[in-house]
């Protein structure tokens, strides 16, 4: 059936996602996996962290199953909450061993709902909602950061891609950088284009 497909598809491409979350953090110090790359301090530790508890409140206590594990709350008010970052007193292992038993507890609750079945959402608009929801709701968000932390390994250390076994393909550092210098001239000779048209569509331009 189109349902039980579906499910199982949606299910695959989360557990492939995380993996590849996972393999960002793969051979990086331990300052690097947690400093802040971004002025609003994005790290790779911390998405992994925040998508730990992401999966466990999701699979979990929006179907009546809660996770096991202590998690902040949802509606914490506090800005600067460490759902986003790891503290000097979490591990490395810590945080890695709980994106994993989250992920485990996540599983059993997708392989034992049918994927219409209810849950609630109490911080959504429109709380009712059904598994089908959830599974495209979290794969959604593990694939958005795991865009971030594309871009945040990349300034790191140069590698991309969603698998390690592919990271050394990507193209040596003078061909890396002739094409930033490429596509350098290409915006500038764009915004020159753009300059050049606006200013001769100005009033009073013969």
Aim: glycine share 6%.
């Amino acid at each position: 059936m189109i349902d039980d497909f579906a499910k199982q598809y949606l299910h695959n491409e989360l557990r492939q996602i995380r993996e590849a979350m996972l393999w960002k953090l793969d051979g990086l110090s331990e300052y690097d996996v947690r400093r802040p790359l971004t002025a609003s301090g994005t790290n790779l530790l911390g998405l992994v962290k925040h998508l730990s508890f992401g999966e466990a409140r999701y699979f979990g206590e929006v179907f009546g199953r809660p996770f096991p594990e202590p998690l902040p709350r949802w509606d914490d008010p506090d800005p600067d909450g460490t759902d986003m970052w790891a503290t000097e007193h979490e591990t490395r292992e810590e945080v890695i061993g709980r994106y994993r038993r989250a992920a485990e507890h996540a599983d059993a609750t997708i392989d034992a709902l049918a994927v219409d079945a209810p849950g609630h959402v109490p911080w959504w608009p429109r709380p009712d909602v059904k598994l089908f929801n959830i599974l495209v709701h979290v794969v959604a968000e593990t694939n958005r950061h795991a865009g971030h932390a594309d871009i945040l390994r990349e300034q790191l250390d140069g590698s991309t891609g969603a698998w390690a076994e592919y990271a050394h393909l990507e193209p040596d550092q003078p061909t890396l950088t002739a094409r930033r210098a490429m596509i350098e001239r290409a915006a500038r000779a764009a915004r020159a284009a753009r300059a050049a048209r606006a200013a001769a569509d100005a009033p009073g331009t013969v």
